[in-house]
């Protein structure tokens, strides 16, 4: 069945510092959505991804679209305290989200 | 306008018995999902519906079972409970084709 895999599982950073994870699956994708879920909170929804190749920035966080839709990243310029988080990507389509099992990201002031 | 709602916070509840989840979806979508969520790991799908109808459902036991009201509220039923089966629980509507809004969850412990 369709899998996504998200890299890394773990980051630690230094405040300021830029931090990416990456969703990578062996399928097409129809759609990427990209969640970030603060410790002891629920997933909350960050953006979705339709075409080949798309990119949008919401302020700091930078997320692509592979050309072969096949792999994502998000990126984050700068990092927050505020950033602290898991963020999961989920592949598929409006059916049945599959998920991967998250970046989670820890953030030094 | 009130998000996605979800009873009970938390629930503790005795191997082999049964279990009610409850949740109400942002005014206007039709569709809900359910999830559940083991400390540490990503949501698992359990059930999608729509219009009342089951469109999706994931790798869970018979003992998962779930509905739709025409309120487009919906439950997610739990029979026979194990200690495994103790997690959070969330719920999640959205529009068709849109991303979905997670209520805050049932956290469920199973004893």
């Known amino acids: 069945g369709q899998q996504v895999m998200q890299i890394p599982q773990y980051q630690h950073v230094q405040e300021g510092e830029d931090f990416t994870t990456y969703c990578n699956s062996s399928?097409?994708?129809?759609?990427i959505q990209w969640y970030k879920q603060r410790p002891g909170g629920h997933p909350v929804f960050l953006i979705q991804?339709?075409?080949s190749g798309e990119v949008k920035k919401q302020k700091r966080l930078t997320f692509q679209f592979g050309e072969a839709k096949k792999n994502s990243s998000l990126h984050i310029t700068a990092t927050q305290t505020t950033d602290v988080g898991t963020y999961f990507c989920?592949?598929?389509?409006?059916?049945?989200?599959?998920w991967g099992l998250g970046t989670s990201l820890a953030v030094n002031p | 306008d009130a998000g996605v709602t979800q009873s009970p916070t938390h629930l503790i509840k005795t191997r082999g018995q049964q279990v009610t989840l409850r949740c109400s979806p942002i005014?206007?979508?039709?569709?809900v999902s359910w999830y559940q969520q083991v400390l540490g790991q990503g949501p698992q799908f359990i059930f999608q519906?729509?219009?009342?109808?089951?469109?999706g459902r994931g790798n869970f036991p018979d003992r998962f079972s779930a509905r739709q009201f025409p309120n487009y509220s919906s439950e997610l039923n739990v029979n026979a409970l194990l200690l495994g089966d103790s997690a959070l629980y969330l719920c999640?509507?959205?529009?068709?084709?849109?991303?979905?809004?997670f209520g805050s969850g049932t956290r469920l412990t199973v004893v």
């Open positions: 519906y729509y219009e009342k109808e089951e469109r």
């Open positions: 005014s206007g979508h039709k569709s």
């Open positions: 399928t097409t994708l129809s759609n």
């Open positions: 991804l339709v075409k």
């Open positions: 989920s592949a598929g389509n409006n059916r049945k989200l599959i």
């Open positions: 999640a509507s959205s529009f068709e084709g849109e991303g979905y809004t």
